[in-house]
């Protein structure tokens, strides 16, 4: 059966609540999915009570953003206890960083003569957390762009005129207080980070050494070359192997849950390795 260990709810950047995603879940036959919003576990806490309502495996999840060295990271953390106060202590420094670098964003914005305000923005994202993503959305529905992929390449992707850094932890921080809060640390969709995966190898060397342990293995932008090489490298630091999805509804328009038309279908047999892994943090 597949499973589908990287989705995103409207806590976050998603457009879909954690209930629609545990019932599409469902309605797909997949056998356990885990809600890894962006620096919040809101969504995969209400997604916990709803598993056993819908008879698909929840796995308590969360997505972090990061640095290594001049690397931007992300570090997707399984099995965490979603209310670990060291963790709601980290996430708490985060997101204050994400509304710092918000309103920089748009007073920039401003500067450029697009005028948005926080309480629009703080409408337009309803429950969740406010980012870039809600921002272009704002940007689309006001005219000034045409499509998603247009506001961060005219305005406020790295480089562009509207861009702002935002504070984060480093890895080795961030792998830490996953660990502390009884999860694993999982580097998402490394294909992206290096397609020609040249840096690669060493930067997996160097995360391992901070303790990470595992890599996203099956991911819909990673080719199947790009996959064995990825397996090898996990084999070759006792690192597990996942995969999802990174659905997020709208605001990513053509992707898909696992188990759907695209075939796209990680397999349960992972569940094994990536239990056994939690098991061993929290003993």
Request: with cysteine; net charge neutral.
């Amino acid at each position: 059966m597949c499973i589908d260990l990287h989705t995103h709810s409207v806590f976050s950047d998603g457009t879909a609540t954690p209930e629609e995603l545990v019932r599409m879940a469902a309605e797909l036959g997949l056998s356990a999915l885990a809600i890894t919003d962006h620096d919040t576990t809101e969504g995969s806490l209400l997604a916990l009570a709803l598993g056993q309502k819908h008879g698909v495996r929840v796995i308590a999840g969360i997505e972090i953003s990061c640095m290594h060295r001049e690397y931007s990271l992300h570090i997707l953390g399984y099995g965490i206890d979603p209310e670990h106060p060291v963790l709601q202590e980290k996430i708490r420094q985060i997101q204050g960083g994400r509304l710092e670098r918000n309103e920089k964003i748009l007073a920039r914005l401003t500067d450029l003569g697009i005028e948005i305000t926080p309480d629009e923005l703080d409408r337009f994202s309803a429950c969740g957390q406010a980012g870039r993503p809600h921002i272009a959305r704002l940007l689309m529905e006001k005219g000034i762009i045409p499509d998603l992929n247009a506001a961060f390449r005219l305005y406020i992707g790295k480089g562009r005129p509207a861009y702002a850094n935002r504070f984060c932890f480093t890895a080795g921080q961030t792998i830490d207080f996953l660990h502390q809060a009884g999860g694993v640390a999982v580097l998402a969709h490394p294909g992206k980070i290096d397609p020609g995966m040249k840096l690669l190898p060493g930067l997996v060397r160097e995360l391992a050494g901070r303790g990470l342990d595992g890599l996203e293995v099956i991911y819909p932008g990673h080719l199947k070359k790009v996959q064995k090489k990825l397996r090898k490298l996990a084999k070759q630091y006792n690192l597990i192997e996942t995969g999802g999805s990174d659905y997020h509804g709208g605001n990513r328009p053509g992707s898909m849950l696992a188990g759907g038309s695209n075939g796209f279908c990680p397999p349960d047999e992972i569940l094994p390795a990536l239990d056994a892994r939690i098991a061993a943090i929290r003993s």
